[in-house]
């Protein structure tokens, strides 16, 4: 079964930008856009994930646009609650701050944060304790590509958190599948090859909880306007984990109207 069926997810990662003011501005544009062109909530959902200071100032920004827009939080801590963790900002904290949703598990922090499998899997069950919505990160490098072993390191990350989600913590699951040497390197995965490791995805989380089927599965790496209407085409691809791109208020619109007309 494809997930076809699935309302499309369009989130901007930031990262480790930009300056307030761009900020600002950022999120102004694409308000307007999204004023002059509405995108239907029903047909795409779109979340931005700015650096942890600017949480609560860009989500006051969204409030006034004309449809829903999540605020998405770029990490959260492996501790739980509140205490003396210097420079942490937990689960729980977020969800105090109306924050619903996290991304987990992205390939810059397992590189450069040593965000290994054991405390990936305490993110994950922190945040899904708290209530929050989990986008989880998968991917594979170029050289384990290269050597056929694509398939295998994203079933097994996505194996390394089953042991700490139940049954119903699932439905709080979106994956995104982001092969990292095409993360802000300008190439994408072709539409074929991407499709092929979402529906490889698609089956192996079905696995594990029959939720599988209709999980939103996010694709990410490099994704633009140009590629977009492609990617958005493949009937397991659910969605866009977007960087680069997201910082240009008009890509960005672009790329969630390519999800929501083609879904
Ligand atoms: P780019 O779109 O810049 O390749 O980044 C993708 C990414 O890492 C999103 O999380």
């Known amino acids: 079964m494809s997930g076809s069926t699935i309302t499309p997810w369009v989130v901007g990662n930031w990262k480790m930008n930009p300056m307030q003011a761009d900020a600002k501005q950022l999120v102004q544009n694409l308000k307007k856009l999204l004023q002059d062109q509405e995108i239907a909530e029903s047909a795409c959902q779109i979340g931005i994930a700015p650096i942890s200071i600017a949480l609560q100032s860009i989500q006051?920004?969204?409030?006034?646009?004309?449809?829903?827009?999540?605020?998405?939080?770029?990490?959260?801590?492996?501790?739980?609650?509140?205490?003396?963790?210097?420079?942490?900002?937990?689960?729980?904290?977020?969800?105090?701050?109306?924050?619903?949703?996290?991304?987990?598990?992205?390939?810059?922090?397992?590189?450069?944060?040593?965000?290994?499998?054991?405390?990936?899997?305490?993110?994950?069950?922190?945040?899904?304790?708290?209530?929050?919505?989990?986008?989880?990160?998968?991917?594979?490098?170029?050289?384990?590509?290269?050597?056929?072993?694509?398939?295998?390191?994203?079933?097994?990350?996505?194996?390394?958190?089953a042991s700490v989600v139940n049954a119903q913590q699932w439905e709080k699951i979106v994956i995104a599948y982001e092969p990292i040497w095409a993360i802000g390197t300008g190439k994408t995965a072709s539409p074929a090859d991407a499709q092929a490791m979402h529906a490889t995805i698609r089956e192996g989380i079905s696995q594990i909880t029959p939720i599988g089927q209709t999980m939103a599965l996010l694709y990410g790496g490099s994704v633009k306007p140009e590629n977009a209407v492609e990617l958005a085409a493949c009937p397991d691809i659910n969605g866009a984990l977007v960087g680069g791109a997201s910082l240009n208020a008009e890509s960005f619109y672009k790329i969630a109207q390519a999800f929501a007309n083609t879904k």
């Not at 449809?67 to 210097?86: F, K, L, M, N």
């Not at 729980?92 to 924050?99: G, P, V, W």
């Not at 590189?111 to 989990?134: C, M, R, S, W, Y």
């Open 60 to 161: 006051a920004e969204l409030q006034s646009a004309n449809r829903h827009i999540a605020t998405v939080a770029q990490d959260v801590s492996r501790i739980a609650g509140t205490g003396a963790y210097t420079g942490e900002v937990s689960a729980e904290l977020l969800k105090d701050s109306q924050i619903e949703f996290v991304l987990v598990g992205h390939s810059e922090r397992r590189e450069f944060f040593g965000d290994a499998p054991n405390i990936l899997n305490e993110k994950v069950q922190n945040a899904l304790n708290a209530g929050l919505t989990v986008i989880y990160c998968v991917g594979e490098s170029l050289e384990q590509r290269e050597n056929g072993q694509a398939e295998q390191v994203v079933l097994q990350q996505i194996c390394d958190i």
